[in-house]
Each structure stands twice: as structure tokens, then as C-alpha cells.
């Protein structure tokens, strides 16, 4: 069979589309035709850019908008804020009260009482004499009083002088027995003697006399003695209607102690009386030892139950015995009902020692045994709240409030409502307090709580009268403090002073917070040198006392001694760090600081007082408009003008009247002004003045802003940086011709060396500048001296010039550096020859290093009573170096003043001298 033609052409286009389709399936793969090299990587030093390198031009000012010819109105001038209320003062702190933070409920008006003069011997008529005495005879009743078998064993009287003077019916029944005979209304006093067998007590109580016969020691009024036995009662010629022993301490503890019963707990009965023996143990220390035992025979009897335990426990803590709680908590098992109550027991025990974290540690183990105790939640809140953790403590008092309900026990429910309306008065909740305030029984101490919330209300005048109804008792001592710090309140200087100097006599643990409350009153007086004594004694009692440390830095404040203030002040904040008044004090006194400072200091003061008076407004718990205003203050003068204004703005928010309102407005023009809004500035300050009238000091100051504001605006500057290539018409040069003047990089520059036959100066005046002195305000220029320059023998600078007459120099004052130190030459015409001239050599450490110094002459009124009499003030580096009373130039000088930019020197001395931002400031041509 024969292939055909066809066939062969389509095998080899098969063939074809094979080969075809292999290289277009195929992967394709690169095939590298050069290798490159590997070589060590060389690094090479950066270039310098040319703005920045040593190399490129020298850089050059350029206002392509500004000649030196053309004139400015000057920037706005420097204005007073409002006359500000002195900063408020916190007053004295009471327990319980509000916690420092919330010390602006406190706030006391800090501007000083003129025409008061304290009295500061102790005794100047300070506290009631009445009262005084009545303390005297309740402390002599155990020594003095005289009574039968166990209880009559505290003194005899026998033939001695009771009492000088004439004695009252009650001094005579505390003193002596009592016996009355049958058909006698009237008592016979004396001591009735002890017989063998006779319990008197035991008669006293029965009134049964049948065969009793006693001898009685009479007291004789007349001879103010006792005399010799008598008889009474069977076989005698009086007989016995009834009997009573002397009122003494030791008599009334008896009489109390034989109405228990011996083998039964009597358990509401024997409590009262433990009661009783507590209460008069703060009179008696003896009558602790008595409630003790009652106390442990009530333990006894009752099988130890967790009551007895806290009973013993009270008397432990009323007798101060530390050894004895410990020993008592340490017995319990720590099981059961016991566990709660020992871990809370020894939490606060170690309080009292000072052992913070151990206490804590317990107190809270005692809240986790028993969440539902308000006993554990009550007593935590009481720790956290003596340590200043009010917040803390104001979640535990509202967990011990919540389960208040399973408390039964009356004591312990009073104390932990009594705790709970601490931590209320503490954060400031004065609404919460009046509520858990009105729950409580008047036992619980009712009345002196009620003055505490008064005083921190504000109604400093009902809590006086509340204090004064706590006569005695736990609170009698605090509520006579108490007392003090509300007659300080309400003006009463005199009698604040006394009675804070009678609570330091009688109580020693509120030593400390009397003599705070003596400086209070002596600083409001302003007898700032009484009132730092008076906080170095509470600092003595109390050296960590933030409120003693707080009058400390005030008082140094307002004594002119900022960082001496501003150190007491640190230690006060180290231990409050939220003690809003202390840190407003302290914006006080940085701003003090800044104002006796200068330079870097001075700004470091100013940021730091902005820092603590925005400190103050954002602890604060409620907005305060002084508060606010203090921190607008402090932004504007950190140069924060928007900050000030935002902060003024919300203290005007604030206020609720125009008279609350008036400082925030005109402070708001002022910062207003300072941002060159002028009109909205003045406007203001229209309506100011005719919202406050012109009897009102704020609206007397808006009319006298207005006024500066007007006649500022028609001052004006002019100013020249020499940004050109030639001096130009507008300065008039001479002086040596050797010298040559250039302007160079923005800078006029004097260069060369003076002539043999020169004389050694060179001026550049400015030209038809000031054409009236009496128009002249101010001139300054920046000064440097070149490389070149011979300092030792040249005087470089600025001056002024004021002729008199034809070829006559009426004033010429000039400012620069001499010899490489500062100099001022002033020549006041007035006086003829070298007693016109002044030469004053100023202090080198004015000179700011490897910088160009800034010197300044300035024209300013003497007084606003002598406005047309002028004074030079001569400026250097923006300090004020110079005052010179001008004779030869005033209000009504109309000869042409020139200023003048110089340099002067040895012959043949070299000169090189730079002159930049001239600026000088006139009056506008009328």
C-alpha cells in the first residue's frame, strides 16, 4: 500500500504542532549571562545640609513687609485683673468632720481683720469660771469625801479644815454623812463612825433602826471642823430616823455595785452598771479596777459568751491595759463566732499601736469570716478613715449600713452608726449624715455629732449653741474644742483665743489641734509672729499634723517668705496629697516666688503654681469660682492666655449673681486685650463698669482700664532690624571716619580702628525720630560685641540726647558695656560741671554668656499725682537696673529728643560692635 502525498503532509504538520507545543508548555527558566561580585561595604561620613553647616550662608532676617520708616501701633500694654479676694483660709478640723479634701466646706475668709489686738496671756478672761469649779470639786470627791467599811477608805477629814469658806448644801452632801434624828427636819453633817457588825449601807437602803446605835462626828459650820462623837440611835437621847452617806465617788460605786446580783448574769443590769463605772472612770481612775471585775464576774457567770468577751474587751480599751486585750484575743480559739471577733479585735488593737499593715490585714480577714457583720465592715470603715482613705472607707460604711439590721447590741449598733456618719461628714455627704444623724439615739452622742454637722454646713452659730448643750461625757472635751473653733467662725476673736488655750490646759490629746486654732486666730488678726509660735507648739505635740503644716506655709507666705512657705507646704501635701487648700496655698505662694525671681527661676515658678492651681480645681469635689479663677490667673501669667480665658469663662458660669460674676468678666477683657481684641476688650469693660456702677470697686477699675486703653492707643513704635544693604536716610552717622558702619546679615555693624586724630567715637542717629521729648517712651536695641573688639578699652551701647539751647546738652544718657561689664553714664543739666554727671558701674552678673544683651531707656510718669514730672528707667537684660529723677526733661519739654546707637573707644584701638532690633516707643503726634 503506497503512502499518498497528503498523508505525509499531515504527519509533518503533527509533527509540527508537537514541537510547537512543547516550548509554549514548557516552564520557563532564566539563565543569568553576568555574576555579579561581592565587595566590603565602605561606609562614608554624612554631609552637612546647608542651612545647618558650617559652610553655608550665614542666615538672614527677611520682613519684606516692614520698613524702618514705618511706624506701629504699639502691642498691647500689660493690665491688672480686678481686685481678687484674698485667698480663702481652711478653718479649724473637727472629729468627725470633713476629710481635707472636702476642706473647702470649711473655707474661712482669708483677708486679715484690721483693729483687733489679741490678748495672748493665758487667763485673759477666757472660759467660765463656773465651770471650771465645778471640775475642781468633781475631782475632789474621792480623796475628800468620806464614807463607810470598803468604800470609806479614801481620806478622813478629822479635825482638819474641810473646805475654806462657807460651804453649800451640796458641797456639804458629797462631803459628810447625813443623819437625821426623829422630830428633826433638818440633818446632822458629819462622819458617822464604822461599828463592828453594822453594814451601813445595808441601813441606808432598809431605814430600819430598831437597837441600832451610832456615833456621829458632827461638822460644826462655825468652826468648819468636825467634832467629838456623839451618840444616836438606842440607849442615846436622840434616836435614828433615817440615814444617808456622803455622795462621794467611792459611795456611789458601792451603792451601785450592791444592787447586782451575785450568782445570776443579770445581764442588762450589770451592763448598765459597767456602763456607769466607765463613764465615771474618766474622772476616777480607781473605778476601772471596779468595772474590770464586774466585767470578769459577768463573764464568769454568763459561761463566757461572745458578749462577755466584747464587754471585757470595753473595759480593757477604757483602761488603756494593751496587755490585757491582747491576752483576751489571743485566749479565743479563733472558730465560730469567735473568729470574726478576734481578727477584728486585733486589727484594732494594732491600729492603735501604729501597726498599719498587719491591722489591715485583719480587719479585712474579719470581713471576709463574717460578710454579713456590720460590726467588721463598721470597723474597717473606721481604720480607712483615720488613715485618711476616706473613699475606701466610704464603700465600708455603706456595706456596714446594709447589714446593720442583724446588730442587736445597742453599744455596738450606736458606734457603728456613729462610724458610718463619720465617713458620710468625711467625703462631704452632708445629706447622708443628716439622714444616719437623725437614726441614732440621744445616748450615742446625738448632740455632739448634730454640732459637728452644723459646723460643717456652714451654720457656724448653731452649732455653738449645740456644742454648749455637751457639757460632759466622751465628747465634753471635743465639744468645748468644738466650741472654739465656732466662736473663731463668727468673729469672736478674743473669746476663741481664750477658750482654744482653756482646751489645751484640760486635754492633752487636743493640745495639738488647740494651738492650731490659737495661730488661726492670731493670723486672721494678723499677728503673723504669734501665729507661727503658736504652730511650731502643735507641731511640737504633732509633727506630722497636715493642718499645722498648712497654717505654717501660709503664715511664712504672707510674712514675705515664699520658699520657706512653699517648704512647709511640700511636707503638709506629703502627707495630704489632696488637701485642696494646701495645694491652692501652694499656687500661692509659687507665684509669690516668681514675683521676688527672675529669669529661670522665675519661670519655674510660674509653671509650678498653674500646675497646683489646676491641681486644686480638678480635686476639688465641687466647682469652686475661686478656685477657677486662681487658675486662670496663673495660665495667663504662664503665658496660656486661651487656657485663662476657658478657666474664667466657667467661674463666670458659676457665679449666681453680677457681684460673683465681676472678676471673671473683667479678667476675660483682659485676656482679651492681651490677644489684641480691643474692641471686644473695651465693650466689655463698658458694660462692666455700667452693670457694677461707679461706686463698686470692680466697676472703678473697668472706667481706669478704659482710660490706659485709650491713652495706650495712642502710643507707637517704630523698629528697625537693618535687613538691607545700606544704612539709608533715616540714620544720620558721624564720628570717626575710620570706622565704617555696614549692615550685614540683618545686623547693623560698627568695624575698623579709630584714628590718631579722631576722638574715639562713633554715633548713629536716628533721624527726626522724636520730634517733642515730652513724646518719648521708651528705646532698646540688642548689642554684641564682634571678635575683633578691644573690650578693655571700649563703651558701646545706647543712649538718648536732649539738647539745651544752641551748642548746650540738656540731658544724654547712655547704657551698654565698659570695659566688658555694664555701665549707665547719665549728664542731667540742671547742675553745671562734673556734679552734673552720674556714673554707676552695674553688677556683671547682669551679662547673659555667648548671647547679645539687651539694653533699654524709658521715660515714665513719677506718680500718678506728679504726671508731668518724669523719671529715667534704665533696663538691662529685662531687669531693672537704674531710676534716675529727671531735672531737665518733663511733661512739657518740647526740644527734639534723639536716640542714639554708639561706640567709643581709645585711638588706635580696635572697634567691632553689632546693633540689632531697634525699637523705639512715642507718644502719636497731636
Known sequence: MSIRKEQVLLALVALLAVWVGMDYLETPSYQARVSPRKREFEPQPLGHAVLAGDAGAAPMRRDFCTEPSETRPLPPRDLDFPQQAASSLAGVPLDPGPDFRHSWLLR????????????????????DGADESDGGDEGDDGSVAAGAGGARSGGDVGGQDAVPGTLTTEQLERLYDRLWAVNQPNPYYGRIEESDGVDLFALEESGQFTDVKLRLRVYSPKDRKLGNPQPFGAGASQQIARIHLADSMRNEVERHVRKLPKDQPAVGQRRQVIEWLLEQGQSE??????????????????????????????????????????????????????????ALGLGQLQARLGLWVDAEANLRRAVELSPNDAS????????????????????????????????????????????????QLAVGDLDGARETASTMSAEGGTTYLRGCLAYASGDAGGALGTFRSVASGPDGDAALLAQAACLEALGNWQEAFDLFVRVGDQAPLLRHRACTGQALVCLRTGQFDAALAFVDRALEAAPRDAYALYLRGRTLRLMGQAQASIEALTQALAERDDFVHAIAEMSAAQTA????????????????????????????PTPEIPLFEMAGVCAFAAGDPRAAKTHFEQARSLGADDAAR??????????????????????????????QGRDDPVGKWAEATIALIEAHAQKEQLGDGFDR?????????????????????????????????????????????????????AAAVSIEAGPTNQREESFFGLGVDVPRGANDIGLRARVGIKSGAPFLYILDGKEQGRDAEKLVKLSPELLRQDKPQRVELRF????EDQARTLSLQVWFNGSLVHVHELKQVNGSTTTELKTVLFASGDKQTKVDVAFDDYVLERNKEL
Open 662 to 691: 465681676a472678676f471673671a468678666r473683667g479678667a476675660i477683657c483682659v485676656v482679651d486685650y492681651s490677644r489684641a481684641r480691643v474692641d471686644e476688650a473695651v465693650v466689655g469693660l463698658e458694660r462692666l463698669a455700667r452693670d
Open 593 to 620: 516666688l516668681a514675683n521676688a525671681s527672675t529669669g529661670t527661676e522665675q519661670v519655674e515658678a510660674l509653671f509650678a503654681a498653674r500646675r497646683y492651681a489646676e491641681r486644686a480645681v480638678e480635686l476639688s
Open 725 to 777: 544693604d545700606k544704612l539709608g536716610s533715616n540714620w544720620d552717622r558721624s564720628g570717626d571716619g575710620q570706622v565704617r558702619d555696614n549692615c550685614e546679615h540683618g545686623r547693623l555693624t560698627l568695624k575698623g580702628t579709630y584714628s590718631l586724630r579722631g576722638d574715639g567715637e562713633v554715633a548713629v542717629t536716628r533721624v527726626a525720630a522724636v520730634k517733642h521729648a515730652k513724646n518719648f517712651l
Open 860 to 863: 515714665v510718669p513719677r506718680s
Open 285 to 342: 481612775a480607781w473605778v476601772y479596777e471596779e468595772a474590770l471585775k464586774q466585767a470578769e464576774a459577768y463573764a464568769q457567770v454568763s459561761g463566757g459568751v461572745i458578749e462577755a468577751k466584747r464587754l471585757l474587751q470595753r473595759v480593757y480599751r477604757a483602761m488603756g491595759d494593751l496587755d490585757g486585750e491582747y491576752a483576751l484575743l489571743q485566749g479565743l480559739s479563733g472558730q465560730g463566732l469567735e473568729g470574726p471577733f478576734q
Open 108 to 127: 474661712r475668709d482669708g483677708a486679715q481683720v484690721d483693729g483687733v489686738t489679741l490678748s495672748l496671756g493665758i487667763g485673759d478672761g477666757g472660759g
Open 376 to 423: 467588721t465592715h463598721g470597723g474597717l470603715a473606721e481604720f480607712l478613715r483615720q488613715r485618711g482613705r476616706t473613699r475606701e472607707a466610704m464603700a465600708s460604711a455603706k456595706r456596714a449600713k446594709a447589714t446593720l439590721g442583724a446588730v442587736q447590741d445597742k453599744d455596738l449598733r450606736t458606734s457603728i452608726v456613729r462610724t458610718i456618719f463619720a465617713c
